[in-house]
């Protein structure tokens, strides 16, 4: 595995890169799939085990790591800072509850059309915005 690890780490920083284009993509896939053949067949020859069960191995390893690799990621995100209190608007909105039919009024948002609460797990919906 550790041939691989290298190649993992730049493969991550330049798909990152906002200024890759799609096109570059394909010759950097053949790469992975060359590099994880590399890994496949060194791990077969050192362990004694058939390709096609190193394969599986291998495949189902760098699945594990890209997932948990992702929950990493999102845990790792903070969510993003309040704006500060001269770009807030005020705001007169009322929501309901579809569901259970609680009401919530909204007094100052981000903007003038904000996203809407969420209550049961819903979206609310918007009453009328009070004048
Ligand atoms: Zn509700």
Redesign the pocket.
Known sequence: MSELEPAAGTDEDASEDPGSQPGSRWPRRLAWLGGILVVVVVIALVAGTSLVATTIAVLAGLLILRTGWFFLQSFATPPPEPPEPGKLRKVKLTYR?S??G?EVRMTVAGSEDPEPPR??LEDMELVAPID
Do not use: D, R, S, V
């Open positions: 509850c569901i259970c609680a209550h049961c």
